[in-house]
């Protein structure tokens, strides 16, 4: 075991050592096959400040474009997305008629995919992501990573459904009846796929029974007849619905019983 510990510790001083020599002494060339290496390797750390040199050694020269290449991908691989989508981005600006653009182009929306939040959090990073993929798709339809792009925009936009839905529900939680139906009925017009749609339906009838209730009598004539407006609209796109049925009866009756005593 010592003996094999020994071998270790020398192989990487020898390692290190012929690195630092590259980094000092060796030609563009040198330190393009090295790089080359460590990119292969998945050894990112030492690879990227020999391509960061590269970028300034090979400007204006042929080779360049590879360089920026495995530049750019370094960082991805590394997981830094913000500063792997700028170089993309930038690549696919300076080497417009690259036989690679289009796969940078697509790298350049993935980067924004990898930065997208959780539902629980800021989704304007999700949002923008969705409007990568959607750009690159829209450039390159017959992309053989289309397939891929439409894939993680479904996963984006159930995200953006989840953080919609959880806002929506958050008033009616706290008891702010009429930010409730609002919220809810917002939601459920901006995005008609949203997911438990019937709940929120449902949200938005006992809200505007609730605000009615706890509204002052002046107001609950009018308010009483909105939650029965509102419950009949339910009763129209969820006919039968064996969750809601008999709470929407139960709204409906007391609705209906209020305005007569309001009367």
Do not use: W
Request: hydrophobic share 35%; aromatic share 14%; with cysteine.
């Amino acid at each position: 075991m010592k003996n094999l510990i020994y071998i270790f510790l020398l192989a990487s001083a020898f390692g290190c050592s012929n690195y630092q020599k590259v980094v000092k002494e060796g030609t563009p060339q040198e330190k393009l096959d090295a790089a080359r290496k460590y990119y292969k390797d998945k050894d990112y750390t030492r690879a990227l400040p020999l391509l960061e040199e590269l970028m300034g050694l090979y400007y204006g020269r042929q080779g360049r474009e590879e360089v920026y290449y495995l530049y750019a991908y370094s960082y991805f691989a590394d997981d830094q997305f913000l500063v792997a989508g700028y170089h993309f981005n930038n690549f696919v600006q300076t080497y417009p008629r690259s036989e690679k653009r289009e796969e940078v182009a697509f790298m350049h929306a993935l980067c924004k995919y990898k930065r997208s939040l959780p539902h629980e959090l800021d989704q304007s990073p999700t949002k923008e992501a969705i409007e990568a993929l959607q750009s690159f798709i829209n450039q390159y339809p017959n992309s053989t990573y289309v397939l891929s792009s439409n894939e993680k925009i479904d996963d984006l936009r159930k995200q953006i459904l989840e953080k919609v839905y959880e806002n929506a529900k958050l008033y009616y939680s706290l008891g702010y009846y009429k930010s409730a139906m609002v919220s809810c009925a917002n939601a459920l017009e901006d995005y008609p796929d949203m997911i438990n749609r019937e709940e929120l339906t449902y949200i938005v009838v006992e809200s505007a029974f609730l605000y009615a209730e706890n509204s002052v009598e002046n107001k609950q004539e009018e308010r009483y007849s909105d939650a029965l407006a509102k419950a009949k609209d339910f009763n129209k796109e969820f006919k039968n619905s064996q969750t809601y049925s008999k709470d929407i009866k139960r709204i409906i009756d007391r609705s209906n019983q209020a305005l007569k005593e309001v009367s």
